[in-house]
């Protein structure tokens, strides 16, 4: 059972550009979670998915970042007109149906460098 | 809010021998689910072991084992007979029991395992 695939693995920006990073959940996962590592913290939550749905987002900066998870496909975080400050480490969870375990999958996690 | 506290910034062991790593946590909630995280410096999130909050036992995963004391709202990580691979950072770890599903982390405690 393949886990949590994320990519790419390292993408570097200029500013201004935009940043596209894919997550592909483990088989038979439905949520999604967004987290974000900046250097020397732990991870901060961004956005939890379901397919087609958006249920928390509180962790989101109001704008330019924007994410999906649509019904075919892997879930999509989007940074618009990036700045140097969104350098970091991007990593998706996943997690099956609710079932009391609230147990998350990480993946390898995607670095952002903004030049 | 919940807050997850990580009091030490690293810590370090000799091969072999036991560590533990302190975490404390706040919250109001009285379902809840604590974790301790693994990140090597290929900076793959690695689950090592939870811990049910309604679960008097502390949980326990071949040489890793958790001394969770509910009332004080600490949840510490003992690694027995450490051996290199376990030198990574470790982050403590909360999440709510009912709908609340997003993690939050501590910042973390680096282990260093000297041969």
């Known amino acids: 059972n393949a886990g949590v695939m994320q990519n790419p693995r390292h993408l570097v920006r200029r500013r201004g550009q935009e940043a596209r990073l894919r997550c592909s959940p483990m088989k038979g996962h439905s949520h999604v979670y967004w987290y974000r590592q900046l250097p020397e913290e732990g991870l901060k939550f961004m956005v939890y998915l379901q397919k087609e749905n958006i249920i928390d987002e509180s962790g989101m900066p109001k704008e330019r970042f924007s994410a999906e998870f649509p019904k075919e496909g892997p879930s999509i975080l989007r940074i618009q007109q990036v700045v140097r400050g969104d350098s970091a480490a991007y990593f998706c969870?996943?997690?099956?149906?609710?079932?009391?375990?609230?147990?998350?999958?990480f993946g390898p996690g995607t670095r952002l460098t903004v030049t | 809010a919940q807050t997850v506290t990580q009091s030490q910034p690293e810590m370090s062991v000799q091969e072999a021998e036991t560590v533990t790593l302190s975490c404390t946590y706040d919250?109001?909630?009285?379902?809840?689910?604590l974790f301790w995280y693994k990140q090597p410096p290929s900076r793959q999130m690695i689950l090592v072991i939870r811990q049910e909050a309604y679960k008097q036992q502390n949980a326990t995963e071949n040489r890793f084992s958790v001394n969770f004391q509910k009332a004080a709202k600490s949840f510490s990580l003992k690694i027995s007979d450490s051996q290199l691979g376990d030198a990574a950072m470790y982050f403590c770890?909360?999440?709510?029991?009912?709908?609340?599903?997003?993690?939050?982390f501590g910042k973390g405690t680096l282990l260093t395992v000297n041969p």
């Open positions: 969870a996943s997690s099956p149906r609710t079932s009391g375990r609230n147990e998350q999958y």
């Open positions: 770890a909360y999440t709510g029991g009912g709908s609340n599903y997003k993690l939050t």
């Open positions: 919250t109001s909630e009285s379902d809840y689910y």
